[in-house]
């Protein structure tokens, strides 16, 4: 009987590893179209002969689709499911991809960079939360900084696509190629099951059995978890309504935009949309600078590693105060280093090591913990309210820094606009310990409860 039970649990294992990689790679859809606009707007704004301000809507104007796209996810997930929203995803990608390979004019790329963002605003969106759904407990914090992960991935493999295509100055190539992993996702994710838990509120429980069934590898552990979902299905309020009428959950929604600021204002997506400008401003070739970007990258991936090995074992807090310390340090030296100047190589290479020591703080911590938290702290009946409201202040935050920055390089200068992120990440300790409670090794339902009895926020994990 053990040998059964223990093969049925290998199994589960495995089923459910697949399920989440497979989920996790919007992601990498999500990082694909980060990355690669980094390396293309050099080359965009010289064929276009446009200014930087120009160049800013180009790439901030992604996020305004991401925005709607974000907030059309709550619909799109509540009425047709998690699945069918990352596969509507898929396809918006796909065509976003091929309609900025074949832009023909500034203004045509930004309505292309649009549609692409209304794919990934809905992969934002639905992504965390599925895997937060089908996650176990003790493995929940792990499963959704894969999406992270991904997203790190994505980010790296559209850096050294830039860089193999930028000896050619092929921009068009740059943005277009990716619409091949949008195709295998769109692929892939058609063997996706849908969630079990947006299967019991469409009233289809043998179904969400089912799929329990196959992602814990046994019937009294899914069994429990429906029970733990039914109960929870008994409030009648949901959504806009549960917002309208219950304040606790005002306060985890608040938190949630809370976070996403947070996460945005570390000033990480100045790294990610801006690498090649940056690392021009410290003095390097175009080439340099490429492949320079392109470490960045692989920095991203591998330090994104930590927060999953260590997010179960240490806790949120831990990580997130660790996290802004090093991008404060990071950040705040490489202001420093631009304000006294780099007559050197050494100088040069100290501020390119610095700003990976940002780029490791964030991928450590508030990169893939912000949207760990996100799907922890939201109540169930409000769940995609709550995620769709953080999500899109997620895209509305990513756009104001994307628009801003080149805007402040030029009127603040480049050491005070570096310090200015810098002082941010200082702040943000002062708010993780005040509001961020610690969710480790705490079921979503042990979260509600706390929440909805109107324990202090940073107390509901306890």
């Keep these: 009987m053990s040998a059964v039970l223990s093969s049925s649990a290998i199994q589960a294992r495995r089923h459910i590893v697949f399920t989440a990689t497979l989920a ?39 996020t305004v689709g991401a925005a709607i796209g974000a907030a059309l996810a709550a619909w799109l997930s509540v009425h047709f499911g998690r699945k069918r929203s990352l596969i509507f995803s898929g396809g918006l990608f796909v065509l976003g991809s091929l309609a900025c390979a074949a832009a023909w004019s500034p203004d045509s ?17 639905t ?20 999406y992270q992960l991904m997203i790190t991935i994505g980010i790296f493999l559209a850096f050294l696509s830039d860089t193999a295509f930028s000896y050619s100055e092929s921009w068009r190539w740059m943005l277009g190629i990716i619409a091949l992993p949008g195709a295998l996702f769109l692929l892939g994710v058609l063997r996706l099951p849908e969630s079990p838990r947006w299967l019991v509120l469409r009233g289809r429980h043998d179904d969400a059995n089912a799929v329990l069934h196959k992602l ?5 552990t899914a069994r429990r978890e429906i029970a733990e979902i039914e109960e929870q299905l008994r ?10 009428q219950n304040r606790n959950f005002r306060r985890s929604v608040g938190l949630g935009i809370a976070l996403q600021i947070v996460q945005q204002l570390t000033g990480i ?76 190589q050494a100088e040069r290479l100290l501020a390119v090591g610095m700003l990976l020591v940002f780029v490791i703080g964030f991928a450590m911590s508030a990169g893939p913990l912000v949207w760990t938290l996100c799907s ?8 995609d309210f709550g995620i769709g409201v953080s999500t899109v202040t997620n895209w509305v935050m990513t756009g104001v ?33 005040a509001l961020v409670p610690e969710t480790k090794g705490v079921t979503l339902e042990h979260i509600e409860q706390k929440l909805m009895d109107g324990q202090p926020l940073r107390d509901i994990g306890r």
């Design 24 to 62: 996790a790679l919007a992601g990498l859809m999500f990082g694909l179209d980060v990355g690669v606009i980094s390396g293309a707007q050099q080359f965009i704004q010289h064929d276009f002969a446009i200014d930087d301000r120009v160049i800013e809507l180009i790439v901030s104007f992604m």
């Design 109 to 125: 790329l930004i309505g292309a960079r649009v549609v692409l963002g209304l794919a990934i605003g809905i992969a934002a969106f």
């Design 127 to 146: 992504a965390p939360l599925y895997l937060a759904e089908i996650a176990p407990e003790d493995k929940r914090g792990a499963m959704i900084s894969t």
């Design 216 to 220: 814990r590898g046994d019937d009294a």
């Design 235 to 244: 409030t009648p309020q949901q959504g806009w309504h549960l917002f309208l």
């Design 269 to 344: 997506n100045v790294v990610m949309y801006y690498a090649p400008r940056i690392f021009a401003d410290m003095g390097y070739a175009t080439s340099a600078s490429m492949w320079f970007t392109a470490v960045v990258g692989l920095t991203n991936v591998l330090a994104t590693f930590i927060a999953i090995g260590f997010v179960d074992r240490l806790g949120r807090k831990p990580i997130l105060y660790i996290g802004f310390v090093v991008m404060a340090i990071g950040l705040g030296v490489v202001g420093l280093l631009m304000h006294v100047g780099m007559a050197t």
């Design 376 to 383: 922890e702290i939201q109540p169930l009946k409000g769940r």
């Design 401 to 433: 820094v994307s628009v801003t920055f080149l805007t402040l390089l030029n009127h603040l200068g480049r050491a005070n606009t570096f310090w200015l992120y810098a002082t941010c990440n200082l702040a943000f300790l002062l708010f993780t310990w």
